[in-house]
Nanobody
Framework: QVQLVESGGGLVQAGGSLRLSCAAS????????MGWFRQAPGKEREFVAA????????YYADSVKGRFTISRDNAMNTVYLQMNSLKPEDTAVYSC???????????????WGQGTQVTVSS
């Protein structure tokens, strides 16, 4: 059984930074692509970023491009999301997900973490 556990969320002022982590267990982490998604209250879940199994390919939503960076450490079975220049509209629950291929489509991801809250104050 795959388990994904996010951490690193919290409250930060606009312009600040946070780094989210997602630790994976119960699977061969290094063989799978990983993605980050977010969901704000009253809104649909949206794609944030994805990274290939090797880490050589990354993809970002236009809304975070240039501010967020996704990375992974396969030796540590962990994927990260470095978030800089945070804006109030980045406030959401952020969840990581695991899939066989790199995609922005949430429905294609097989396993999900429980999420971590990120709140950006103005």
């Amino acid at each position: 059984q795959v388990q994904l556990v996010e951490s690193g969320g919290g409250l930060v002022q606009a312009g600040g930074s946070l780094r989210l982590s997602c630790a994976a267990s119960g699977h061969t982490f290094r063989r799978y692509a990983m993605g980050w998604f977010r969901q704000a209250p009253g809104k649909e879940r949206e794609f944030v970023a994805a990274i290939s199994w090797s880490g050589t390919s990354t993809y970002y939503a236009d809304s975070v491009k240039g501010r967020f960076t996704i990375s992974r450490d396969n030796a540590m079975n962990t994927v990260y999301l470095q978030m800089n220049s945070l804006k109030p509209e980045d406030t959401a629950v952020y969840s990581c997900a695991l899939n066989e291929r790199t995609t922005a489509s949430a429905k294609e991801y097989d396993y999900w973490g429980q999420g971590t809250q990120v709140t950006v104050s103005s």
